[in-house]
């Protein structure tokens, strides 16, 4: 066939597909976020094992911390979602008086009524502060379906032991496939780790931060930002815009600088110095590529897609490249590693899914 024709079969069929997931996000977000939880806690499981614990025993203690983390999770976000909710009407009249305020500096400065009339209709405190609302009511909305999650987590926990002894099972002589899912349950667990850990720094330098400057709820703003740190590359400015407005609205234009620089610099410290030195290779994808990742998923499935849009491109990119000897220059092109060739005598990580 027409190299042509196969790439346009193959673009459409992958906007099929696409489509097709958003039209289901209410079930695919919930089964995607189950499995990332599991695959999460898989070295638990794997140390049980190890210890000779019974079967139950394995399935039970996973379960059990992936249901306190997200009864945890749920009530942290419930919170910060109505204390949001709560805060953003009481600013109305700050915001009114500093626009009154801009309005008539800027008009000293020659500055036309008319430009300066769409240029406040661009700007809205409330909009800018809806952003974290709205990350916050998403990630809510997919808890909405508690039950289904739970019960998916259940069914994970009860079927990793067995999917992980058949992905083992095979070591030395595992198809591509099995390799493929075993380097994604690998790289998605160091992600998640990795990401988690920096990302719960981040969150405690940037509360006492916002406390030592007196930007109100900072522990609501800690949650967004430990949230915002999963989202690649404009996470930072989601978490960022938020409370400078707020402090800009509270204490003035000189809060909102001290914001922007203790935000500036925590970032540029954790995520630009400090965090990639320890992920390393785990993610596997160029910068275009979790540009484009964060478009898509986001697409898909709304807020929760931003959040797992770098596990969801893993996911895509073992069953779709990883999991096909011939589509190795196509990793090549995507990732920021050399490609990996299945069955070439390089060694694959054990999968623990």
């Known amino acids: 066939m027409p190299r042509a024709l196969i790439v346009l079969v193959g673009i459409a069929g992958a906007l099929i597909v696409l489509y097709g997931l958003r039209e289901v996000s209410s079930v695919a977000g919930p089964f995607v976020l189950a499995l990332v939880l599991v695959i999460a806690v898989s070295p638990v499981r794997g140390w049980l094992a190890g210890q000779g614990a019974p079967r139950w025993l394995q399935v ?11 009864l945890s999770l749920f009530a942290v976000l419930t919170l910060a979602a109505v204390q949001l909710s709560l805060l953003t009407p009481a600013y109305a009249a ?15 400065l020659g500055v036309s009524g008319e430009q300066l009339d769409r240029a406040i209709g661009s700007f809205d405190a409330e909009r800018i502060i809806g952003i974290a609302q709205s990350l916050l009511g998403g990630v809510i909305g997919v808890f909405s379906a508690l039950f289904l999650i739970v019960v998916l987590l259940l069914a994970m926990c009860l079927d990793a032991p067995i999917t992980s002894r058949i992905l083992d099972s095979g070591e030395g002589r595992k198809v591509a496939l099995v390799e493929a ?12 780790v990795v990401s988690t850990v920096f990302g719960l720094i981040n969150a405690v330098l940037d509360v006492i931060a916002l406390y030592l400057i007196g930007v109100p709820l900072p522990l609501l703003w800690g949650v967004l930002a430990l ?11 989601i978490a960022l815009l938020p409370p400078a407005t707020l402090a800009l609205l509270d204490g003035g234009v000189n809060a909102l600088l001290l914001v922007v620089v203790a935000y500036v610099a925590i970032n540029v410290v954790i995520q630009s110095l400090i965090l990639p030195k320890f992920l390393g290779d785990a993610v596997g994808l160029s910068t275009t590529m979790t540009f484009l990742s964060l478009i898509i998923w986001t697409f898909v499935l709304g807020p929760l897609g931003a959040i797992l849009a770098i596990p969801l491109s893993l996911l895509a990119k073992a069953l779709l490249i990883d999991s096909d000897p011939a589509a190795a220059w196509a990793g090549a092109l995507i990732s920021n590693e050399p490609p990996v060739i299945p069955g070439a005598g390089s060694a694959s990580p054990r999968s623990g899914a």
């Open 60 to 70: 039970a203690v996973p379960f059990v911390i992936l249901l306190l983390v997200l």
């Open 227 to 237: 949230i915002a740190n999963y989202i690649p590359n404009i996470g930072f400015v």
């Open 181 to 192: 899912l075993s380097r994604f349950a690998s790289k998605t667990r160091r992600y998640l």
């Open 94 to 108: 700050q915001f009114q008086e500093l626009v009154a305020e801009a309005r008539a500096f800027a008009t000293g």
